[in-house]
């Protein structure tokens, strides 16, 4: 990991760590992600309402977040394999460790590749026990377009994430609502067949 600078977003309990993973951080991360996948193959979940996501999705760690028509949950299994989840990398526990403070490790890890075309609506990360608990989130390929507004609704602004970067939602930004307007292809060559891979780090439990 390459020395992790935070610099100040303006929006309290929003943190921002931009090159936190050095280029051949993340060229590691990336070999070991794909190594996982291999055993929890990427796949396209639904909405509650039958809507399929445009990101395809996998997980790491004790529990993985799904959605489908029985609604958001954690689970420790593939939900199309069956499989235990693999673990996460040691990176990730070490970077969670860094940059949140926290002794607890996340139990959970969502993998989202997000290909030219995928988008994430805003939203809130609320189905875990305890949200008081930071989540945190690591770019990998392509830069996104992030947007982040104040849990109680209002204006939002919009913070391009690269590869590379890694941000935080804590405190009193835990519950923003946030997402990801477009994604600009071709701003990277890491991610094989392009796009951008989002490491999200939890507590579920």
């Known amino acids: 990991m390459a020395s992790a600078h935070e ?9 921002f760590w931009p090159g936190a993973l050095s280029a051949s951080g993340q060229a590691t991360l990336l070999a070991e992600v794909l190594v996982a996948v291999e055993q929890a193959p990427l796949y ?3 909405t509650p309402g039958g ?12 529990l993985g977040w799904v959605s489908d028509r029985a609604g958001y949950r954690y689970q420790p299994n593939h939900p199309e394999t069956g499989a235990p989840w693999p673990p996460i990398p ?19 890890c969502l993998v989202n590749l997000y290909r030219a075309e995928a988008r994430m ?16 989130s690591v770019s990998l390929g392509d830069t996104a377009v992030f947007r982040i507004g104040a849990a ?18 804590t405190g009193p930004a835990r519950l923003a609502r946030h997402g990801i307007d477009r994604v600009i292809a071709g701003s990277s060559t890491l991610v094989p067949g392009g796009g951008r891979i989002n490491l999200t780090l939890r507590r579920a439990h």
Do not use: K, Y
């Open 152 to 169: 109680e609704g209002g204006p939002t602004r919009t913070v391009r994430l690269a590869s590379g970067d890694v941000c935080a939602l």
């Open 90 to 108: 040691g990176a990730l526990l070490a970077l969670w460790s860094d940059l949140t403070g926290r002794p607890d490790p996340p139990d959970a």
């Open 44 to 46: 396209r979940p639904v």
């Open 7 to 15: 610099i100040d977003t303006g929006m309290e309990g929003f943190r």
């Open 51 to 62: 809507r399929p996501f445009s990101v395809e999705m996998t997980n790491l760690g004790p």
């Open 121 to 136: 609506g805003l939203h809130q990360d609320r189905d875990e026990r305890d949200l008081l608990v930071p989540v945190l």
